[in-house]
Every structure is written in C-alpha cells, then in structure tokens.
C-alpha cells in the first residue's frame, strides 16, 4: 500500500470528537523544531499544546453547534465539518462567519483551521476552470481527494506565503530559486516540490497541507504555478514553529500570568525539500496564467473569514468590562462610552464581513464566493480597528495591567498578602479574578495571544496595502464621477 493509500485506512473510523482529534496527532513522524531542540511530541509540549486545544475546538463546537459548524457536502453525501465543505450558497457562508465568530469568543485566539476551508473553497473553482480551459482533470483529482477528507474528517491546512526574497524580482529571477516553492522534477508517478512557506498557521496540528502559489506569475515562473496536497508528514518537510510573545509564561508555573493558559495560536516555517506529491494530489502544474484568479479567490474568502478577530474582539470588550467593573468604576460614563466605541468597531467588522456573505456569488463550478470588494473592506477595518480597540482595552485596565506582581509572588508567604492587601479593587472582588482579568487583557493586547489578534490581523490574509490596491481596483471611479457630473449639470466633454 502506498504512504498516501497508508494514511486515509488508519481513518477508516473518522474523527468525531476533539479527543478523538488529538489522539490523531499522535506519534506522527514530523520534524518540528521549537526553541533551537527537535520536538518529540508536538501534542506534548507544554507551549504548543496550547495550539492544539484551539484548533480542537473546531471539532468540539460540530458536535455542540452542529446548525453552524457542520454542512451536507453533496461531493461525499455525508454530513461534514463546515471546515471541509465548499460553500455552496450565500447562507453557508454566514453560517461559516457565525462560526468563526463563536470559535473566536470560545478561544479567544486564532483556531487555525480557516486557512485550509478557504483553500478547499479557492481548489474547487480554480481546478474547474483550469480544466474547462485545458482539459485537465485536476478537478476530479481535487474531489477525489476532497471526499476522502470529507470521510476522515481530516484537518487542511492551506499553505500559501512564499518567502518572496527580493520582493523586485519574480521567482525565476531570485538569487536562490527555492524562495518560492517550486518544481523541481517530474516523473511517471508525480512531482517533487522545493521552497519554504511562511507565517503557516495551525500546520504542526494539521493532517495535510494544500500548498498555493502566492501572487500573479508569468509565464517564465511555470515551474513555480504548482498547488498540491501533501500529508503534513511527508519525508521532506521540516517546521519550526515561530515564537511568540510570552509563550514560555506556560512553563514558569501556575496558570495566571499566562493570560489564557488553554489557547493560542501557532505560525511555523515549512520548508520542503524535494517532497514528493503523487499525481493525484497534484492540482495545478504550470498553468501560471490561473495563479493570479486562484490568489484572488482565496483572500476574497480568507479576507472575509477574519471575522474570527470579532469573537475575540467580544473576548476583550468583557475583559475591559470586567475591569472596570473591578475597580468600581463601571457606571461612570466615560467607561460606558469607551465601551460602546469599542463595540461599534468591533460591529464594524461584523457587518462588513457579513455583507460580503449575504452578496455572495456562485462562479462556474458552483462555488459561491464571498463580494470581492465588501471582504477587502472588511480585511482593512481589520488591519486598523482591533488596535483601537486594544488600546480602549488598556485604557480601561489601567497600568497594574503591566506593572502587576507575579502569581509567584502572590503564592509567596512573605509578598502574597502584601499583593492581596494592596491589589485589592472594589469590596467583594477577589484580588485574584482582578489580576487574572488584567492578564487576560495582557494576553491579547501585548501577550501570546496579540500575535493573532493585532499583528496578524494586520498581516495574514494580505497587509494593507494589498486590500487598497483591491480597492482601487473596483471602486468603479468613473462611473461615480458620471454620476456626480451628471447630478451637477456638467455636460459630458466633447470626443
Ligand atoms: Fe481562522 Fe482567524 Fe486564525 Fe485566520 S486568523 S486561521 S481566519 S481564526
Ligand atoms: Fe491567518
């Protein structure tokens, strides 16, 4: 039996509860790497686990929320993790966005696995059209394999940032060709695969990985137009998994300086050396001119499934709340003001995100994908809105926030009582809910947990500009300018 044939019989029985998933991690050959050492047991390690717990959630809340997180997929006819499904109406994708939204507010971090759903969304049209033009059968390639992670109910992690090296230049004219991942030999049974993808969320927790080509390419760079699937512990691939502020607080002792000790996010660097992808797992080779569709299809999605930064968002406007309510100060109405500005933007970013799901349309292979121009508005309110609302968050913690003893020191018999006494906020407060609140805010405003909801809201799924050159691109500038020279009486000018 071939790897790949080896793989999907150990799922004969699918993943159906988080612990099952976890369990599915185990004893995997990876090569991880955290902190200069070769992790023996991802699931093990106290920093990474973390990780792990979030992306379980994504399984727990099928079971729990099953109208929002589970879909008929009519490519397996079962009923299936919405984390596998491709959307197939306007309604799959709200109830795609309520999940997110819910996961973000039950972690309060990144859950890793949207990368993947919007991969599987972004395959499904860029393979049919590839064919429709060509020929090809990367679609049925691409449904074949869907329906067996459908079946398994497997995690799909979507890889798709190159390192990119002298951003001026194109692939094939890099100094060093593995700056983007890219073919570098083909024979009778597939491909094999060099380069690196970086800032890859929720891989190390993954069970395959689709990779992607990531910007426009010519016809020059054929050999780096590949997209294909490959299990995450395919010979050839190395991780190291990045480091993020505060991750070791897990390992000084105790729970509360963590912030959030259950969840985090995880971001590695995949590197492939020559890694082998079966034929049937490869679906697109050298058709450059579809890279720049398939880009644009998959941040149209993944730009809209950063709605997940509003469950958060709801995370830290309680912690804000809580806060101030500790400190006895929550009827006053500049507190309640900050509040309502903070949920404002936070609504902000909800309604944009789904108004791109309700304009939702289907394009050839029936996949319905998000409005182009309403998800890169709402990927830009994401790049600026949660650090608004994070400096609100600190505005209302006050400074203890960052100056605040250890819980060391709390557990200490000569400090501790001393914290109690002088840490102590409004009558019946315990001292500790306080400074188990300030570290939370900690987490999420400069702490593990920042990682996701500020830098990475600034960043994943395109920096800014990347959004305003969309923008610009369909914000149909002349049209409005007829309109308005119209309504202003402005005669058309003269051929
Ligand atoms: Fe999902 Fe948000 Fe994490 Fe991206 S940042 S994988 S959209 S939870
Ligand atoms: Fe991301």
């Known amino acids: 039996m071939s790897d790949v044939e080896t793989f999907w019989a150990e799922f004969k029985k699918p993943i159906a509860t988080a612990d099952d998933y976890i369990a599915s991690l185990r004893g995997r050959r990876m090569n991880v790497f955290f902190m200069g050492e070769r992790v023996g047991e991802p699931v093990d390690n106290p920093v990474i686990r973390p990780s792990v717990n979030a992306m379980a959630e994504t399984y727990r809340i099928a079971s729990e929320r099953p109208e929002l997180a589970t879909a008929h997929s009519d490519i397996s006819d079962l009923k299936i993790n919405r984390f596998l499904h491709v959307p197939a109406s306007p309604a799959d994708l709200v109830n795609k966005h309520e999940m997110q939204r819910e996961l973000g507010r039950r972690t309060g971090t990144c859950f890793q696995r949207c990368v993947g759903m919007d991969a599987i969304g972004t395959c499904h049209s860029v393979t049919f059209d590839i064919d429709a033009k060509n020929g090809t059968d990367y679609h049925k390639r691409f449904l074949a394999f869907l329906k067996r992670a459908q079946a398994a109910n497997v995690v799909i992690a979507g890889a798709m940032t190159d390192p990119k090296g002298d951003r001026s230049k194109a692939p094939h004219q890099q100094a060093d060709l593995d700056l983007f991942l890219h073919v570098t030999r083909r024979d009778d049974k597939g491909i094999y695969v060099s380069g690196a993808k970086m800032h890859q969320t929720g891989a190390v927790n993954s069970h395959w990985l689709i990779f992607m080509p ?95 930064k509003t469950g958060l968002g709801d995370v830290l406007i309680g912690a804000a709340a809580s806060a101030a309510e500790y400190n006895g100060v929550e009827a006053a109405s500049h507190i309640k003001d900050k509040l309502v500005e903070m949920t404002h933007l936070n609504e902000t970013i909800y309604s944009s995100c789904m108004a791109g799901a309700h304009q939702s349309k289907p394009v050839a292979s029936g996949a319905y994908i998000n409005d182009e121009m309403l998800s890169n508005v709402a990927k830009h309110n994401v790049t600026r809105f949660p650090f608004e609302i994070a400096r609100l968050a600190q505005d209302l913690a006050g400074g203890l926030m960052v100056t605040m003893p250890s819980e060391k020191d709390l557990q200490n018999n000569e400090v501790g009582p001393l914290i109690r006494k002088f840490l102590q906020g409004r009558d019946g407060v315990d001292v500790t809910d306080r400074m188990r609140i300030l570290r939370l805010i900690e987490n999420m405003t400069i702490g593990r947990n920042a990682v996701g909801y500020l830098t990475e809201s600034l960043h994943g799924a395109g920096s800014p500009q990347a959004q305003r050159i969309q923008i610009a691109r369909g914000m149909k500038i002349e049209d409005k300018k007829a309109r308005a020279r119209k309504l202003a009486g402005v005669k058309p000018a003269q051929k």
Not at 219 to 241: E, F, H, N, S
Not at 242 to 248: E, M, S, Y
Not at 251 to 264: I, L, P, W, Y
């Open 214 to 308: 990531t910007m426009r390419l010519s016809a020059a760079d054929k050999d780096w137009a590949v997209v294909g699937a490959v299990r995450v512990d395919a010979p050839g691939l190395t991780y190291i998994v990045g480091r993020q502020t505060n991750d070791t607080r897990i390992v000084d002792g105790g729970v509360m300086d963590a912030g959030n000790a259950q969840f985090a996010g995880q971001e590695s660097l995949i590197v492939f050396e020559n890694v082998f992808v079966p034929h049937q797992h490869v679906f697109m080779d050298g058709e450059w001119d579809f890279a720049s569709s398939l880009v644009e299809r998959f941040t149209t999605y993944h730009r809209s499934s950063y709605v997940c």
